[in-house]
T-cell receptor
Framework: DQQVKQNSPSLSVQEGRISILNCDYT??????FLWYKKYPAEGPTFLIS?????DKNEDGRFTVFLNKSAKHLSLHIVPSQPGDSAVYFCAASVTNAGKSTFGDGTTLTVKP | DAGITQSPRHKVTETGTPVTLRCHQT?????MYWYRQDPGHGLRLIHYSYGVKDTDKGEVSDGYSVSRSKTEDFLLTLESATSSQTSVYFC?????????????FGSGTRLTVV
C-alpha cells in the first residue's frame, strides 16, 4: 500500500518553460508535504514544503500547490533551467509522527 | 558543509556477513533516519531515532538493526547481509521530525552484497 505516489517516472521540458511535477497521497492524516531534489551520487536536498492549512507556497521559481480534497500536490518550476535536471521526490508527514513517507521520484530533464 | 557524514561511502561485502554503516552529525539534531533507495522504489524508511536510545522501525526494517548511544551517531547494522540488501543507504537528520524544513541527507553509502 503505497501512501505517496508519483505516477510519472520522467518528465522532459524545454528550457524556459514550466515544469509541473505531480504527487498523490492516500493517507488523510498527512498534514505536511515536502519536495526534495536529488542529483546523481548525492543525497536529496530539501526544496520546499507546504502545510495542509495552505493551498500554495512559493519560493522563487518554485511553487507547490496542495489540493486536499483531491489528495494531490504539484510542484511548478518556472522558468525551468538545465540545472533543474534532477530526480524530484515528493514526501508527506504527520506532524509529530517523527517520519516522512516518500514517493518513488520523477526524473526531470530540462533541455537547453 | 558536512553537518552529516556517512561512512563508508562504498562497500562490497559477502552474503552472510554482518555490516555496520555509520552516520555522524554535528548539528545536535534530535531526529535521525536511515533510508534505502532502490530503482523503482524511491526512498524507503528502515529505522529512525527520536533521541538517544530511542529508536523505531520503518517500513523495511527486517534484517536491519540500529543503535544510537550518542546524539551524534546513528549506526545501521545488517545482521547477515543478503543480495536483496544491495542498495544505496541514506542517513538523514532533522530538528523537526521532517516537517517545516525537511531533512538534511548525507551523501549516501553504496552497499553491494555479493
Amino acid at each position: 500500500d503505497q501512501q505517496v505516489k508519483q505516477n510519472s517516472p520522467s518528465l522532459s521540458v524545454q528550457e524556459g518553460r514550466i515544469s509541473i511535477l505531480n504527487c498523490d497521497y492516500t493517507n488523510s492524516m498527512f498534514d505536511y508535504f515536502l519536495w526534495y531534489k536529488k542529483y546523481p551520487a548525492e543525497g536529496p536536498t530539501f526544496l520546499i514544503s507546504i502545510s495542509s492549512i495552505k493551498d500554495k507556497n512559493e519560493d522563487g521559481r518554485f511553487t507547490v500547490f496542495l489540493n486536499k480534497s483531491a489528495k494531490h500536490l504539484s510542484l511548478h518550476i518556472v522558468p525551468s533551467q538545465p540545472g533543474d535536471s534532477a530526480v524530484y521526490f515528493c514526501a508527506a508527514s504527520v506532524t509529530n509522527a517523527g517520519k516522512s513517507t516518500f514517493g518513488d521520484g520523477t526524473t526531470l530533464t530540462v533541455k537547453p | 558543509d558536512a553537518g552529516i557524514t556517512q561512512s563508508p561511502r562504498h562497500k562490497v561485502t559477502e552474503t552472510g556477513t554482518p555490516v555496520t554503516l555509520r552516520c555522524h552529525q554535528t548539528e545536535n539534531h534530535r531526529y535521525m533516519y536511515w533510508y534505502r533507495q532502490d530503482p523503482g522504489h524511491g526512498l524507503r524508511l528502515i529505522h529512525y531515532s527520536y533521541g538517544v536510545k530511542d529508536t523505531d522501525k520503518g517500513e523495511v526494517s527486517d534484517g536491519y538493526s540500529v543503535s544510537r548511544s550518542k546524539t551524534e551517531d546513528f549506526l545501521l547494522t545488517l545482521e547477515s547481509a543478503t543480495s536483496s540488501q544491495t542498495s544505496v543507504y541514506f542517513c538523514a537528520i532533522s530538528e523537526s521530525a521532517g516537517v517545516y524544513y525537511g531533512y538534511t541527507f548525507g551523501s549516501g553509502t553504496r552497499l553491494t552484497v555479493v
